[in-house]
């Protein structure tokens, strides 16, 4: 470790004349805001923390208000006094401070069924800011006290998927309350539109993500449906709005109907597309203005929104043609055609990073900020952890965290002696804390903290097979008193239903999985087009949105696959015990794509809507682009497929290497396009 160095007065105010970080500057501001009870004026911050001699009035103000902004944002209220008399124009009788008990979190006492629905609740979001900011809350509930001996529900993980890029920047903008624009396909006219709207919630309806705001070309409000959106999302940083008190997205949506039940006539190749003639009504031979071309057969199917039906049939390509009506025709078409003049477009210039985990992004002096004031109360209550255990609970490396405590032991008071610094050891490898500043107990609830857990819990409603007690309902009161007002903005963000449509499936998979039984399945895979018969030793159950899988060693191919429930024709015990040839990894989430060694290695590239799809697809290593996309490399174990992966996501996805690989997707965009007229 690095030795706690005894300076003088005099030393130590030579060294804090050094240029500091971002990071230490804001540290140092806290702690001194935090221990004064009168209040600093600005001259004296300037001189005892910025050690600011420049004399740019304006310079140093912008940088003062930057800092306190975020030390807002992280859960901090910085308050503004001013002397009998005085406005808070005038610098010299202003004063700032920021009370301790109002900054933070309320104590939260859990028992063990109320961590066990927490945990799951945490551990909802599949990626992206509420995913974060999850984990940020958990950890701050985990500072104040020991997590309890919990035992999850066997092998299951529910999670919710954000509607990409999208879905973040919605989200970003409506906790800092700044209006957002996008390019939006309208459903009743069939046109690209501007928009201009405060986005005042987002939530999960009939299967698809909504934004519910105020729409200001139309000066009212307005529906918009993520998939619709044919732009990426622009966020107007300068501008503010309020939303309407007490508006709630769940109620919200629940006033939304659901579009009407209509049929389409769909030309389908013999022999092919398994999975859609499932879901035929009849061969529907005199419908559709004469007969389907030879070879094909013709289909009718029920469906209730247009968008989603096409973005399936384009992944089809040229093995299915929408006959009727017109519009759905024409959205396969329009599908087509972005896929195919993205995949033409010149390839850009890039550059791999490093190797990036996932979901990874490049961390900030607020980052580390929030990381480290997680850390002093988690040390305090939890002394002499060993240093790699510490590192583990926060999610960094030894050598992050070492850079962390190097930070906290050279913060302190202002001018303070050595005994005013935050006094940190890691003797032999284990930590202790002896002076904390007042920094024992975790900050309160972010905004997006709050959000990110209660709606997970509200999500879990429609969980099977929860802990009993009435846990859920006890920690989302408890977490609501201890969130205060931003507790109260968690009803902006409504989760999607994730109740098993396949109830009995659910509950034969997970018997099993408690049981350590084997199960005989009946499956039908459709990027194969083939139904097959197969043993298999289950292992975990887990969701996107209401969307279930399950992931096991299957012995037909002798490895890790993942299984969707509602593709499982048949499924029972074959009375045999589930061997032990291959384990689930236990890392969470669980991954819907298990890596092979004899993978093919295959450069993609992203635009900014489709960016998430590296997130999705586990890349391994990514490039960024200009224009907020991504270059990436993916590897798939089956590329025959990949074609079809282009054409449905309709624009936002090209093929650059292999060459033989990206050939054979133009080929499949073209032969498709041929079949709508060219």
């Known amino acids: 470790m690095l030795p706690r160095f005894l300076l003088s007065p005099e030393e130590f105010s030579n060294v804090t004349m050094v240029s500091v970080s971002r990071t230490e500057r804001l540290l140092n501001l806290l702690i001194a805001l935090l221990n004064t009870r009168y209040g600093l004026r600005r001259s004296e911050l300037r001189e005892k923390i910025y050690h600011d001699t420049s004399g740019n009035d304006v310079a140093f103000g912008r940088m003062f208000e930057r800092d306190k902004n975020d030390l807002r944002a992280m859960g901090f209220e910085v308050e503004t006094l001013t002397d009998l008399g005085w406005s808070e124009d005038d610098p010299a009788t202003t004063r700032y401070r920021i009370g301790k008990e109002a900054s933070r979190l309320p104590d939260v006492q859990l028992g063990p069924d109320e961590w066990t629905v927490l945990l799951l609740a945490s551990r909802l979001w599949e990626r992206a800011a509420l995913g974060t900011a999850a984990q940020s809350a958990l950890r701050k509930l985990q500072a104040s006290g020991r997590l309890a001996d919990v035992e999850l529900p066997a092998g299951v993980q529910p999670r919710i998927k954000p509607a990409g890029q999208a879905f973040d920047d919605i989200v970003a903008a409506m906790h800092a309350r700044h209006p957002v624009s996008f390019t939006y396909l309208a459903g009743s006219t069939g046109k690209e539109e501007e928009r201009v709207v405060e986005p005042w919630g987002l939530g999960s309806r009939f299967g698809q993500w909504y934004l519910v705001g105020y729409d200001r070309a139309r000066t009212a409000p307005r529906y918009f449906r993520l998939s619709r959106l044919t732009s990426a999302v622009t966020t107007l940083a300068r501008d503010h709005y309020e939303p309407p008190?007490?508006?709630?997205?769940?109620?919200?949506?629940?006033?939304?109907?659901?579009?009407?039940?209509?049929?389409?006539?769909?030309?389908?190749?013999?022999?092919?597309?398994?999975?859609?003639?499932?879901?035929?009504?009849?061969?529907?031979?005199?419908?559709?203005?004469?007969?389907?071309?030879?070879?094909?057969?013709?289909?009718?199917?029920?469906?209730?929104?247009?968008?989603?039906?096409?973005?399936?049939?384009?992944?089809?390509?040229?093995?299915?043609?929408?006959?009727?009506?017109?519009?759905?025709?024409?959205?396969?078409?329009?599908?087509?055609?972005?896929?195919?003049?993205?995949?033409?477009?010149?390839?850009?210039?890039?550059?791999?990073?490093?190797?990036?985990?996932?979901?990874?992004?490049?961390?900030?002096?607020?980052?580390?900020?929030?990381?480290?004031?997680?850390?002093?109360?988690?040390?305090?209550?939890?002394?002499?952890?060993?240093?790699?255990?510490?590192?583990?609970?926060?999610?960094?490396?030894?050598?992050?965290?070492?850079?962390?405590?190097?930070?906290?032991?050279?913060?302190?008071?202002?001018?303070?002696?050595?005994?005013?610094?935050?006094?940190?050891?890691?003797?032999?490898?284990?930590?202790?804390?002896?002076?904390?500043?007042?920094?024992?107990?975790?900050?309160?609830?972010?905004?997006?903290e709050a959000c990110a857990l209660l709606t997970g819990l509200e999500t879990l409603n429609g969980l099977p097979d929860l802990p009993g007690g009435g846990a859920l309902e006890s920690v989302t009161l408890k977490l609501l008193a201890a969130a205060g007002e931003e507790g109260l903005r968690a009803a902006s963000i409504a989760g999607p239903w994730i109740a098993p449509a396949d109830a009995a499936t659910h509950a034969t998979v997970r018997r099993a999985i408690e049981a350590g039984s084997q199960l005989h399945l009946t499956y039908l895979s459709p990027q194969r087009d083939a139904v097959t018969e197969r043993d298999v030793d289950p292992l975990r159950l887990y969701s996107l949105d209401n969307t279930w899988y399950f992931e096991a060693w299957c012995h037909l191919v002798d490895g890790l696959r993942n299984f969707r429930l509602d593709r499982v024709q048949d499924v029972h015990p074959n009375g045999q015990a589930a061997t032990r040839h291959g384990t689930s990894d236990d890392g969470v989430p669980a991954k819907l794509f298990t890596a092979n060694d004899d993978d093919t290695t295959v450069t993609v590239q992203l635009t900014r809507q489709g960016r998430g799809l590296a997130d999705d697809y586990y890349a391994e290593r990514t490039a960024e682009l200009p224009d907020g996309g991504l270059v990436a490399d993916i590897r798939f174990g089956n590329t025959a497929w990949l074609p079809m992966f282009v054409a449905q996501h309709g624009g936002s996805a090209r093929i650059l290497a292999p060459a033989g690989l990206a050939d054979a997707a133009r080929e499949w965009l073209a032969a498709s396009l041929d079949r709508y007229g060219g």
């Not at 009504?281 to 247009?306: I, K, N, T």
């Not at 995949?343 to 190797?355: C, K």
């Open 245 to 448: 008190a007490g508006f709630n997205i769940r109620e919200e949506l629940g006033r939304l109907p659901e579009m009407p039940l209509r049929t389409a006539v769909v030309d389908v190749r013999q022999g092919r597309l398994l999975a859609l003639r499932r879901r035929a009504l009849d061969d529907a031979r005199q419908r559709g203005g004469g007969a389907p071309a030879d070879g094909f057969d013709r289909l009718v199917m029920e469906y209730r929104d247009p968008e989603v039906l096409a973005e399936e049939l384009a992944s089809y390509g040229p093995d299915a043609l929408a006959v009727e009506p017109a519009e759905l025709a024409e959205a396969v078409r329009r599908r087509l055609v972005a896929a195919a003049s993205f995949s033409d477009s010149p390839v850009p210039d890039y550059a791999f990073q490093h190797a990036r985990a996932r979901t990874a992004r490049k961390g900030t002096s607020e980052d580390q900020l929030k990381r480290m004031l997680q850390l002093v109360p988690f040390l305090v209550h939890n002394q002499g952890l060993h240093i790699q255990d510490v590192a583990g609970h926060f999610g960094v490396s030894r050598e992050e965290l070492e850079a962390d405590l190097r930070i906290l032991i050279c913060s302190g008071l202002p001018e303070g002696y050595p005994d005013d610094l935050l006094d940190i050891q890691w003797e032999d490898d284990h930590v202790f804390i002896s002076q904390d500043l007042d920094l024992n107990r975790p900050v309160r609830f972010t905004v997006a």
